[in-house]
C-alpha cells in the first residue's frame, strides 16, 4: 500500500478528547469499502467509539486491520478474537507462543514481530510504525512512567498521525503513576473485543472462563492447607540475587490468585520489584523459607531444561539446598508476566499439575480452537 493511500484509508477525526493528560479520538476510513466488515458486531461503514482508561473515547471508521500492542497480554487477546498477530511488541521475547501448542489447530509466528524496546524506546520507533499500524493497543501512561526521555507532546505528535493509543497497563498494580482504572484481565479483554467488533467471540470465551473458574474451585484445598509461595525473577547469571513479586491483582498473578496460595512474602519486609528495585538473597529466603519457590524469566525453557539448569544449581548450593522448597522439589517455573485468555487457561492448569498434583484436563482445548475459529 503506498503512502497516498495509507492517509486515505485512515482519516483523522480528532476533536480534542482528553483523558488523563492523554488526547485519542481519531478514525479509520477504508479505500477497500465493506472489507473491514468482518468482525461480528461491526458497524461496516458506520462510525463506532470505544473507550478505556487512561485514553478515554476513540472513534473508528472501520475496524483496525492492522496493530501493535504493548505486551503478550494483550496480543494474547487478539489471537483468542482471531486476529492476526500485532505487528509489534514491546519486546516479542516476552510473547510465549509456545503455550499455542496446547491447542489445535492455534499457532503465531512472530518470526518477523519488531521489538519496540530493543534498545532505546524512542518516539521515533512508533512515528515509523504508524504508516503500518491502525491502532496503538499500548497505554501511553506506561511509557511515560517508564521512561525517562518521554513527554506528553512525543504521544501527542504520534497520534496526531492518525494511529491512536487504546490500552491499560494491567499486568502488575505496583507502579505508582498507575493512579487510573485497573482493569482485570477480562474487562480488558472486552474492551479489546469492542475495539475489533468481536464480541460474540469474548463472550464465548467469557462462558469458557467461568467454567473453568468453577472447575478450579474443586481442586483448591480450604484455607490452612493451601501452600505459601514465593515468586522471583531468576536469571542463570545472578543466582542467588532475585527480584521479588507480591502477588498482586495485576494479571500476571491471576493464576496464583485463582489457586488461593498464601504470598510468603506479603507479611514481610520485602517489598515488591516494580516500585522497589530490590532484590532477595538465599538467607533472607531461608528466614521466610515458602513451600514453594516459582521463578519467573524461565518460560524459553522446558520443564527439563529449568530442572538441569536453575534447579541443579540450587540444590548444587550449600545454603540454598537448605530450603524446603528445594528440598521437597518444589521449584518452578513460575509462569510469565502477561498472560491473556488463552495463555492464562494453560499456565493456570500446570500451575495446578505443579500445586495440587492434578492429572485431568481443566480445560477443553477443542474448544479455545472453535472460539478462535470463529465456531461460535
Known sequence: MTDDSRMTRRTVLRTGVAAAGVSALAGCLSEFGDEGDEGDGSNGDETYTVSMPPVGAVEFDTVPESWAANNGSWADMGIALGQSPPEALYLASRYHTQYYDEIPGVSVDKGDMTSLWEGELTPEKFMGLAEDVDVFVNDPNFILGRTSGWEQSDIDLIEQTGTPFFANSIFSRGYDWHDYEYLSLYEAFENLAELFQETERYEAFAALHDEFQETLSEIVPPEGERPSVAIMWATEASLGEFSPYLID?????????????????AETDVRDFHNSRGAVGYETLLDI??????????????????????????????????L??????????????????????VVTERAARQLYDVEEDLFDRQRVAEIVDGEL
Open 249 to 265: 491483582e495485576g494479571t500476571s498473578f491471576k493464576q496464583w490468585r485463582e489457586l488461593g496460595v498464601v504470598d510468603a512474602f
Open 289 to 322: 523459607d515458602p513451600d514453594v519457590i516459582l521463578f519467573r524469566g524461565q518460560e524459553a525453557k522446558t520443564a527439563a531444561e529449568f530442572q538441569d539448569t536453575i534447579v541443579s544449581a540450587l540444590e548444587s548450593d550449600n545454603t540454598a539446598r537448605k
Open 324 to 345: 524446603s522448597a528445594v528440598e521437597s522439589g518444589d521449584v518452578y517455573r513460575g509462569g510469565p508476566l502477561y498472560q491473556g485468555p488463552i495463555t492464562n487457561l
